[in-house]
Structure formats: C-alpha cells, structure tokens
C-alpha cells in the first residue's frame, strides 16, 4: 500500500494540455452560439439531457462540455435538472420500452417554444440496439424531432455546431411554421 501511494505523489498527471485561451474554434463557436441565443431568447440557453436508453458514451461527450477545457457555461448554455426550466431536450438513446412514458412526459412538461435534439447514433436511428426486442425506436418515433446529430460519440464541438445550427433554424422561421424532423449535422472529424 505504501508503494502505491508513494508511486502516485511522484507520478505525471495522466490527462491532456488544455488547449490555449482563444485558440481554435471552441471560442468562436461559443461566442456565436452565445450571440444567438441571446438574440432569440434575450438570455442564456438552457438545456436538459435525457438519457431514453443509450450506452452512455454520448453522456460523457455532453458531460465534457462542462469539463475545465470546454466550459460552455462561461458562454451561456446552462444544463439545468428540470424540464420545466428547458429550451432544448437532447436526448440520447435508442428509446426503451421503459422511457417511452418518461421521455413523453418530460417533453410535454417542457414549455413552449422547445426543440429536441436526438444525439449520437443510437438517438438518430438506433445504431447498435436496432431490432432489440428492449427498444422502441429512435427519438423521432416517440417525440418530434428538430435536429438530429449523429456520431458515436458525437465530439463536443459537433454538439455546439448542432446548436448553433438550432439556433439558426429557429431564427429563420417563425415558431408556428417550423418544421419537425428535418435537420442533421455532420460532425467534423
């Protein structure tokens, strides 16, 4: 026990530089998304997750937008616990037999104007899980869908795209107008 413990107060952290401050696209990709948000709603963004099923690899994708190197708050997208406090559902998963009710009750408690974005693969067209006899479908079969963002995972900076690609969609038409289910972001690799 000793040994261990000596070894990990001499040993190198095991985690990646961050990147410097302004570089690449992450700022400017925030700062537009911010702009955005702002413009439409005249305040931050706020998004609820929802996991309806899925292997939790698009979770840790969203998780690391709150992580010290994204840090997506200082742009004004909050994750908050409550439907009732959301803009936006992004739901990951193929949905299963036992979110079905959940998924559809935590859409109808989110106010009006809301989009949804499915997310990852699985979210999209139920990747993997296709043909489980657990799975109902991807989200667009249980709930309308506004965006989708395949990967899998998809990369932070996909999912900041894909809300700055909302954000576009819901400014170009008005509310009563827009259509469900059209649009898709390819992420960068």
Same mark, same amino acid.
């Given at each position: 026990m000793r040994t261990l413990l000596f070894r990990s107060l001499f040993a190198q952290p095991a985690t990646l530089d961050a990147p410097p401050p302004g570089a690449g696209a992450l700022e400017e990709?925030?700062?537009?998304?911010? *702009?955005? *948000?702002?413009?439409?709603? +005249?305040? /931050?963004?706020? =998004?609820?997750?929802?996991? *309806?099923? /899925?292997?939790? +690899? &698009?979770?840790? %994708? =969203?998780? *690391?937008l709150n992580n010290p190197i994204y840090d997506v708050e200082r742009f004004g997208i909050r994750f908050v616990a409550s439907p009732r406090h959301a803009d936006v559902l992004l739901v990951t998963g193929p949905v299963t037999r036992n979110m079905r009710i959940a998924l559809e009750r935590t859409y109808a408690a989110t106010p009006d104007p809301k989009w949804v974005i499915?997310? +990852?693969? &699985?979210?999209?067209? &139920?990747?993997?899980? %296709? +043909? /489980?006899y657990a799975v109902i479908g991807a989200v667009d079969k249980v709930i309308p869908v506004d965006l989708h963002?395949?990967? &899998?995972?998809?990369?932070?900076?996909?999912?900041? %795209?894909?809300? =700055?690609a909302l954000m576009e969609k819901v400014a170009s038409k008005p509310p009563s107008s827009r259509p469900r289910g059209t649009g898709t972001i390819v992420p960068r690799h």
């Open positions: 990709l925030g700062r537009t998304l911010a *702009a955005r *948000a702002r413009h439409l709603f +005249g305040r /931050s963004l706020a =998004i609820r997750q929802v996991d *309806a099923g /899925s292997c939790n +690899g &698009c979770e840790l %994708e =969203i998780h *690391a499915a997310v +990852g693969d &699985c979210g999209c067209g &139920c990747g993997v899980f %296709e +043909g /489980s963002i395949p990967g &899998c995972p998809p990369r932070p900076i996909a999912l900041l %795209e894909g809300l =700055i």
